[in-house]
């Protein structure tokens, strides 16, 4: 099974001078994570000004699993200091299974 993935993650900050971010971009199979990639951002700026940031996570995971149904889902978690907002915009998840 070859997976491709991908999200527009669309973060807001505060007005303010320091802010920071982590996406956690997670593939489980059947409720078990196996697979995550993270993305972090910060900054410490000389100006407090509200800022929107794209950030697009993907992934390509080839997977084996046993014989049978299964479910593949992504979960993405934004955490951080001096954020207004964190929306997943466009986003997909494919699959192809070989054999």
């Given at each position: ?7 527009e993650?669309e ?6 001078a ?19 990639i ?28 046993a ?24 986003r ?8």
């Amino acid at each position: 099974m070859k997976l491709d993935s991908m999200a527009e993650v669309e973060i807001t900050t505060t007005a303010s001078a320091n802010y920071q971010y982590t996406i956690d971009y997670e593939l489980f199979l059947d409720g078990s994570s196996i697979a995550t990639i993270t993305v972090e951002k910060q900054t410490d700026s000389q100006t407090a000004t509200s800022r929107l940031f794209g950030e697009i996570p993907n992934m390509t995971w080839i997977d084996t699993p046993a014989a049978g149904s299964h479910t593949y889902e992504i979960r993405i978690t934004v955490t951080g200091t001096n954020l207004t907002s964190a929306v997943a915009l466009t986003r997909a998840l494919n699959a192809i299974a070989f054999g």
